[in-house]
């Protein structure tokens, strides 16, 4: 497969703003209050104890998820950007997403393309592939993966839309040496034009962000 060079990336003004932000699911604690600013370029680290709310954070800032208080505003080139509107701007990688396996790596990145009405497809899905080493396993369906290979289908699924922000959880998860070579790249990439956030409590992950959101919730999910 022959994949036509990427335009240089222009970099587009980006804010995550969250003030008083906290979740629970029923009695259970999710997000402690908690309040930030990360503005683009730059890359920042959600870290905190298992259960102290990374993966809720990150699908609030999404628009997946609505907060039980505070807020949490986006805003690209000077513009708010509610949260029914953010898949439009955000991309997202989490443990949760999956695939269709009986479909091919590429057919599954084609479908999420048209399905979004998105201008190229197979253009994009191309860049998107060898952005993260995916090119040769093109036409492999998914169910013949390694957890490595569907974690970097989960990042190409993040990047298909070239989006000004990305939202990656435990981006670095089933990755081999070569897997978080290549995740270094991308996130150093991607700080130079937008806006990456990264929900993690792994040291070669939380490096690669020069700003640090630190979860203060005990870890357990604990009841309010």
Request: charged share 25%.
């Amino acid at each position: 497969m022959t994949v036509a060079l990427e335009t240089p990336m222009v970099s587009t003004a980006a804010v995550f703003e969250a003030r008083d932000l906290a979740h629970r699911y029923g009695r259970r604690v999710a997000i402690e209050p908690v309040s930030f600013t990360v503005s683009a370029p730059a890359v920042a680290a959600v870290t905190g104890p298992n259960g102290s709310g990374k993966t809720t954070l990150l699908k609030i800032a999404a628009g997946l998820l609505r907060p039980g208080r505070g807020t949490c505003a986006l805003a690209v080139a000077g513009r708010d950007v509610p949260p029914a509107e953010r898949r439009r701007w955000v991309g997202y990688a989490g443990p949760a997403i999956s695939f269709y396996e009986e479909l091919s790596v590429a057919e599954n990145l084609t479908f999420v393309a048209e399905t979004r009405g998105l201008e190229s497809p197979a253009t994009l899905v191309a860049v998107a592939l060898e952005r993260v080493g995916l090119v040769s396993r093109a036409a492999d369906r998914v169910a013949a993966l390694s957890s490595g290979m569907v974690q970097r289908l989960r990042l190409a699924f993040a990047l298909l839309h070239r989006p000004p922000v990305l939202l990656l959880d435990e981006p670095g998860s089933h990755l081999d040496d070569e897997g978080r070579a290549m995740l270094a790249r991308l996130v150093e990439r991607e700080r130079r034009a937008g806006l990456v956030l990264i929900a993690t409590n792994d040291e070669r992950e939380w490096r690669l962000a020069e700003q640090r959101i630190e979860l203060r919730g005990r870890g357990l999910g604990h009841p309010a």
